[in-house]
T-cell receptor
Framework: GESVGLHLPTLSVQEGDNSIINCAYSNSASDYFIWYKQESGKGPQFIIDIRSNMDKRQGQRVTVLLNKTVKHLSLQIAATQPGDSAVYFCAENSLGGANSKLTFGKGITLSVRP | ETGVTQTPRHLVMGMTNKKSLKCEQHLGHNAMYWYKQSAKKPLELMFVYSLEERVENNSVPSRFSPECPNSSHLFLHLHTLQPEDSALYLC?????????????FGPGTRLTVL
């Protein structure tokens, strides 16, 4: 069945370095993808999204890359800061926009070393 | 914050109690969602309401009963819960149910069933 998964459960990076968080999806019909960040004691917070007609989108210090050929999504965080420490989720909408139902991955913990 | 509020933030209840979780969104959105977040599991979609009408019910036990009196408010009524129902319950909203949209999450209610 369809799944959205993250390659590694935890990622530890040095403050100031760039972080790359990867996500694989299995449904080739997925056409909308989102990255969320969840800090301890809070709900998931939207970071950035991308539609399948794009392969790259940039935000403030973040970039999402989409490779539809291998069904891979990544989130790049530039100059990682202690405030970036959180759990990161990728999510997909696999119904061609018929509705907004999202399938979420399990989450990966990003830990930033000072 | 995201514009989605949830009360209470923490709830401890016995298996014979009846309680309700409340969610309110101040974003003018038309779709609202309940999710269950358990440790080390992806977010599980429970219910979706679009324009106050339930459009999705993901095989949730009847001990969870949602209510959507208007497009800004969503409730989750709880009765005779089990200890395995202990989790973080998240409410979210999106502009529309159709079209593959970003969802905005509240901070969640941490529920413990004794």
């Amino acid at each position: 069945g369809e799944s959205v998964g993250l390659h590694l459960p935890t990622l530890s990076v040095q403050e100031g370095d760039n972080s790359i968080i990867n996500c694989a999806y299995s449904n080739s019909a997925s056409d909308y993808f989102i990255w969320y960040k969840q800090e301890s004691g809070k709900g998931p917070q939207f970071i950035i999204d991308i539609r399948s007609n794009m392969d790259k989108r940039q935000g403030q210090r973040v970039t999402v890359l989409l490779n539809k050929t291998v069904k891979h999504l990544s989130l790049q965080i530039a100059a990682t800061q202690p405030g970036d420490s959180a759990v990161y989720f990728c999510a997909e909408n696999s119904l061609g926009g018929a509705n907004s139902k999202l399938t979420f991955g399990k989450g990966i913990t990003l830990s930033v070393r000072p | 914050e995201t514009g989605v509020t949830q009360t209470p933030r923490h709830l401890v209840m016995g298996m014979t109690n009846k309680k309700s979780l409340k969610c309110e969104q101040h974003l003018g959105h038309n779709a609202m969602y309940w999710y269950k977040q358990s440790a080390k599991k992806p977010l599980e979609l429970m219910f979706v309401y679009s324009l106050e009408e339930r459009v999705e019910n993901n095989s949730v036990p009847s001990r969870f009963s949602p209510e959507c009196p208007n497009s800004s408010h969503l409730f989750l009524h709880l009765h005779t819960l089990q200890p395995e129902d202990s989790a973080l319950y998240l409410c979210a909203s999106s502009q529309e149910w159709t079209g593959g949209r970003e969802q905005f999450f509240g901070p969640g209610t941490r529920l413990t069933v004794l």
